[in-house]
């Protein structure tokens, strides 16, 4: 009997292979969102990264679905090595309602993950997903700005252009106090 990570299985991290056939049967039923959710802690790293593309993608759609699995999310943070797997993490942080001690784990994690990393793609992610909840929680909107402005310095055009965006997004938040 074929699983749904057979479907996921591959041999190129740059494909998502049948993870948006994966999304649409989350959708019709939601029992698999938990199956696919745990593939993200599979030994597979192709399967790990199509998984956290559908569960990130299902996450878009319907936040409870993520918010269920915050805790698990957040008490494995740190196993999160696969650039694939952690910018998709990194957006789900965005979607997730923190308690404040929550929060500081999060954005500790998504810091170091923003210094650290050498995937464009996990620290555009990261940007993000600060911004996101520093327009929720306006102390925080001043260091992650500063962050982020940090971070456009010397960073590659997707990070200078994300920035931007995320600045104008600031800026109207701003203005429209």
Not at 42 to 64: F, L, M, T
Not at 94 to 114: C, H, M, N, R, S
Request: net charge positive; with cysteine; aromatic share 6%.
């Amino acid at each position: 009997m074929l699983t749904v990570y057979d479907l996921l299985k591959g041999n190129d991290l740059r494909s998502i292979g049948k993870a948006n056939e994966v999304v649409q049967l989350i959708t019709s039923d939601p029992v698999l969102f938990d199956e696919v959710f745990n593939g993200i802690f599979h030994e597979d790293k192709v399967v790990r990264a199509r998984c956290a593309d559908a569960i990130e993608k299902v996450a878009v759609r319907d936040p409870s679905m993520i918010q269920k699995k915050k805790t698990v999310i957040l008490k494995n943070l740190h196993k999160f090595q696969q650039k694939e797997v952690m910018w998709h993490i990194a957006l789900m942080i965005g979607y997730l309602k923190l308690t404040p001690k929550e929060l500081i784990k999060a954005f500790d994690v998504l810091y170091k993950w923003l210094n650290t990393s050498d995937s464009i793609i996990v620290k555009v992610a990261c940007m993000q997903s600060l911004a996101t909840h520093a327009m929720k929680n306006k102390k925080l909107l001043k260091s992650v700005r500063d962050e982020i402005e940090k971070q456009m310095i010397n960073g590659a055009p997707a990070i200078k252009a994300r920035g931007r965006h995320l600045l104008a997004d600031f800026d109207k938040l701003k203005s429209s106090n």
